[in-house]
């Protein structure tokens, strides 16, 4: 049963730092591409940041320069290190393979950006 299992967020004032972390189980996690993903409310699911084999993460034009993502094969886990965090960048953040995800969303973290 693939699962997602993700953490690391919180509430932080603008400008601010967060970094989250998301670890996979049940999939061949070196097999896939891995994605970031955020739902504000009232809005749909969006990809913010992707990381492919061989090439370097890319990013949202929303979040491009201020978030980095990066993944630990060896433990199953990818990373979104977020900085100059803005009120829109409020959301529930979830990680799932990229570019088709699968079904098996995760609970997500809340990231909220505010003063």
């Known amino acids: 049963q693939v699962q997602f299992v993700e953490s690391g967020g919180g509430l932080v004032q603008p400008g601010g730092s967060l970094r989250l972390s998301c670890t996979a189980s049940g999939i061949r996690f070196t097999n896939f591409h891995m994605g970031w993903y955020r739902q504000a409310p009232g809005k749909q699911r969006e990809a913010v940041a992707w990381i492919s084999f061989g090439s370097a993460p890319l990013y949202a034009s929303s979040v491009k320069g201020r978030f980095t993502m990066f993944r630990d094969n060896a433990k199953n886990t990818v990373y979104l290190q977020m900085a100059s965090l803005r009120p829109d960048d409020t959301a529930v953040y979830y990680c799932?393979?990229?570019?088709?995800?699968?079904?098996?969303w995760g609970q997500g973290t809340q990231v909220t950006v505010s003063s």
């Open positions: 799932n393979t990229w570019p088709s995800p699968t079904q098996s």
